[in-house]
């Protein structure tokens, strides 16, 4: 099975792990068999959250990033192959920032992300009081990813499911809804030569969190979704290309068989069978 990680963070990204560098990642990546590695380090638009009263503010450095993946496209030569990415967050929010991070010609994939919304924190670090809250930030989220997809900053929008990695710790909510507004964001989508991501970071951890993947990817399917990216959200080797098989068997039991790698944002798509 053709296998490619688009979504991992190193020690370039606030939250990634200080043993990460480009080089161990890489390794990793062609040690477990995948043929390419695509990083995507954080790049908050409107600054991270280190914690919910700590934003240490706007952290990404693309040339630092690129002096690093060159490196290690020149140490692992042709083991595997290594595209240039970025994830943007919250383009919606201080696009200006995004569209500085753009000028940069030489980038191969975006990953546009939403991971707090106007006015809240990051989703990961909210104390969810009550299923209402939770419901009416869904609402205000499934609005605001339909903005981040009418940017253009972006080659997939990130981890669709991602509030509900945290929510439904504390409450069964769901993305249903929604479902309107979702097959209006996907036909966008489709309409602008976009994707999505499945992110596989919800299978690891003890309990693994079920957050309506099948459901998305049905959804993005029916509304005629081709453009998928596979991403371990990996920040540390270890985790490299983890639970990529078994999203990709999600996605083939979804009718969606293929998946894309990019250059220069042109996606091209490589079977799954
Ligand atoms: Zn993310
Ligand atoms: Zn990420």
Redesign the pocket.
């Known amino acids: 099975m053709f296998l490619a990680d688009y979504?991992n963070h190193t020690h370039l990204s606030p939250d990634g792990f200080a043993h990460a560098d480009y080089i161990s990642m890489a390794k990793a990546a062609a040690d477990a068999g995948l043929s390419e590695l695509c990083i995507t380090e954080?790049c908050e638009c409107n600054g991270f959250y280190m914690s919910i009263d700590n934003n240490i503010g706007f952290t990404y450095d693309r040339e630092t990033c690129r002096a690093e993946l060159l490196e290690a496209r020149e140490a692992l030569g042709d083991r595997i192959a290594l595209p240039f990415g970025v994830?943007i967050?919250q383009a919606t929010q201080v696009p200006e920032k995004a569209e500085l991070v753009l000028d940069g010609e030489d980038y191969d994939f975006i990953?546009g992300?939403l991971?707090n919304i106007r006015g809240e924190v990051d989703f990961s670090l909210i104390k969810y009081p009550s299923a209402e809250v939770c419901r009416d930030m869904l609402a205000r989220y499934v609005r605001e990813l339909y903005e981040l997809a009418e940017t253009g900053t972006y080659d997939v929008i990130?981890?669709v499911d991602?509030p509900l990695r945290y929510m439904r710790r504390k409450f069964d909510v769901d993305l249903c809804p929604h479902e309107e507004e979702l097959r209006a964001l996907f036909t966008l989508l489709r309409e602008r030569g976009k994707g999505i991501e499945i992110?596989t970071k919800v299978l690891r951890g003890g309990s693994p969190i079920y957050t309506q993947q099948d459901y998305i990817l049905r959804l993005f399917r029916e509304q005629g979704g081709e453009i998928l990216t596979l991403g371990s959200?990996a920040h540390k080797p270890e985790d490299v290309g983890a639970g990529l098989r078994e999203s990709a068997e999600l996605a083939l039991s979804q009718g969606l068989d293929r998946i894309a790698t990019f250059r220069r944002h042109e996606p091209t798509l490589h079977s799954l069978r």
Do not use: R, T
Request: no cysteine.
């Open positions: 979504h954080h994830e967050g990953i992300s991971h990130g981890h991602y992110n959200d």
